[in-house]
């Protein structure tokens, strides 16, 4: 008898659901345009990027070896005596090199040498991700950070995650 109750209970739940739901899709949902949204704190993606960037970070131009094209990179130079790691960091391949890293920040804070390579940019450019001129940007970014800081020659890592 209890099994039954349940059950019934459940149908009656199921068809006032249905029963409201078709209520509400023939309704005006004007309503809902009328409902203001208090915003407090806005800010666009470009000052999100320039607030990350602005830490110290510097935004260098790197001649590439293979066509003579500058490309942008944010660079942090170690300010340690010795020599330290370098860590290149890749950006998405739907972003470029102006994207949120949170690695930047952790090699800042640990006093590693940091670049952030735009290799070509995003998807929307045909030599981006693993084309031989976005490999050629790596490598001229690379051979940058250790003509212009102390970089542990034995501790170079890549990183990167989508077209990174």
């Not at 999100?48 to 001649?63: A, D, M, T």
């Not at 094209?69 to 470029?96: C, F, M, R």
Request: hydrophobic letters at 35%; a positive charge; one cysteine or more.
């Amino acid at each position: 008898m209890r099994t039954i109750c349940r059950f019934i209970l459940y149908i009656i739940g199921f068809t006032i659901c249905i029963a409201l739901g078709v209520f509400l899709a023939w309704q005006n949902p004007s309503w809902i345009a009328n409902i203001k949204l208090e915003i407090k704190d806005y800010r666009q993606y470009h000052q999100i990027k320039k607030k990350l960037w602005n830490r110290g970070f510097h935004l260098v131009s790197i001649k590439s070896s293979s066509d003579g094209k500058n490309q942008e990179a944010y660079y942090y130079s170690s300010k340690a005596s010795n020599s330290k790691p370098l860590i290149v960091s890749l950006h998405t391949w739907a972003g470029d090199y102006r994207e949120y890293d949170s690695i930047a920040l952790m090699s800042k804070s640990k006093n590693i040498n940091y670049i952030h390579p735009n290799f070509r940019g995003s998807n929307t450019t045909p030599n981006s991700c693993c084309s031989p001129l976005a490999l050629s940007d790596i490598d001229d970014a690379i051979d940058f950070a250790i003509d212009n800081g102390n970089v542990d020659l034995n501790k170079i890592y890549v990183i990167g995650k989508s077209g990174g």
